[in-house]
Structures are given as structure tokens and as C-alpha cells.
């Protein structure tokens, strides 16, 4: 069965490898190359949705020897919420699984439990940071 919940990949790989950096040692820059293959992806796909992280102000980057990705700021100040704006844009909830609604119904067939999950959903990467998801993915 599917999930309920539809998380992009980009949004995937950016929560694994914030995960990942936060398990690693204090915010010693780490690479991309580090991370996909600790991980287990792509590295292009990675280094995409990490210069993202960067733009937003999330990550910094540094080049050269000993170079790579680091926390631009705390990392209990940054949320999952954070991360997913940063990768998808703001974060749009919808009362319909279909993007028009479609039935005709004079309420939805799952009642009130769409609003409910979705504000749940919201809650919850508003109030969750990436210090609090440090433990998710073993350091080595």
C-alpha cells in the first residue's frame, strides 16, 4: 500500500542528509560525495537539492580539501518545516485528494480527516528540528 503522506525525493534526500550531517561530528563540513554514499543516492540528485539548502540559507558550502556542507545556523533553530520549504516551496495543504475537487458531495467521503492529518503534518515539521532528528541515521 502507498503512503498517505506523498514526500518528494528531493524532500527525502534533503531530510536524510540533514539528518546525517547532524549524527556527524559538530558541524565539521562533510561532502556530498560523503553523504550519497553513506546514504545509499545519487550524488548528482544530492548535490542538487544540498545547493538548495544553501541558497536558503540552511547550509553553507565550502570548497577545496577538507571542504563540504555545514549548518549555516543551529541546528535547534532550524525546523523540518524549514527544509521542506526550502526544497518544495511553501508548504500548501489541501482539504481533497484531487487537485479539483471532484465528487459533488455535499461533504467528503473521509469527513473532517484530510484537514485533521495535514494540519497533524504541519505541526509537526513546524515543531520539529534537526537537532531533535540527530539519532535518526547512526554516526560512523
Given at each position: 500500500?502507498?503512503?498517505?503522506?506523498?514526500?518528494?525525493?528531493?524532500?527525502?534526500?534533503?531530510?536524510?542528509?540533514?539528518?546525517?550531517?547532524?549524527?556527524?561530528?559538530?558541524?565539521?563540513?562533510?561532502?556530498?560525495?560523503?553523504?550519497?554514499?553513506?546514504?545509499?543516492?545519487?550524488?548528482?540528485?544530492?548535490?542538487?537539492?544540498?545547493?538548495r539548502l544553501t541558497r536558503?540559507?540552511?547550509?553553507?558550502?565550502?570548497?577545496?580539501?577538507?571542504?563540504?556542507?555545514?549548518?549555516?545556523?543551529?541546528?535547534?533553530?532550524?525546523?523540518?518545516?524549514?527544509?521542506?520549504?526550502?526544497?518544495?516551496?511553501?508548504?500548501?495543504?489541501?482539504?481533497?485528494?484531487?487537485?479539483?475537487?471532484?465528487?459533488?458531495?455535499?461533504?467528503?467521503?473521509?469527513?473532517?480527516?484530510?484537514?485533521?492529518?495535514?494540519?497533524?503534518?504541519?505541526?509537526?515539521?513546524?515543531?520539529?528540528?534537526?537537532?531533535?532528528?540527530?539519532?535518526?541515521?547512526?554516526?560512523?
Amino acid at each position: 500500500m502507498k503512503s498517505a503522506l506523498n514526500i518528494s525525493e528531493a524532500y527525502s534526500l534533503a531530510l536524510h542528509a540533514t539528518a546525517y550531517m547532524a549524527s556527524q561530528s559538530k558541524n565539521r563540513p562533510i561532502s556530498a560525495h560523503e553523504m550519497s554514499s553513506r546514504l545509499g543516492v545519487s550524488e548528482a540528485h544530492l548535490s542538487k537539492v544540498l545547493q538548495r539548502l544553501t541558497r536558503a540559507g540552511i547550509l553553507r558550502s565550502s570548497r577545496g580539501p577538507g571542504g563540504g556542507f555545514s549548518f549555516s545556523r543551529p541546528e535547534g533553530d532550524i525546523t523540518l518545516l524549514d527544509i521542506y520549504e526550502s526544497v518544495e516551496g511553501p508548504l500548501k495543504l489541501a482539504d481533497c485528494l484531487f487537485e479539483t475537487e471532484i465528487c459533488g458531495r455535499k461533504r467528503c467521503i473521509f469527513d473532517d480527516l484530510l484537514p485533521s492529518v495535514n494540519e497533524q503534518f504541519k505541526e509537526y515539521l513546524e515543531k520539529t528540528t534537526v537537532e531533535s532528528i540527530r539519532d535518526v541515521i547512526g554516526s560512523d
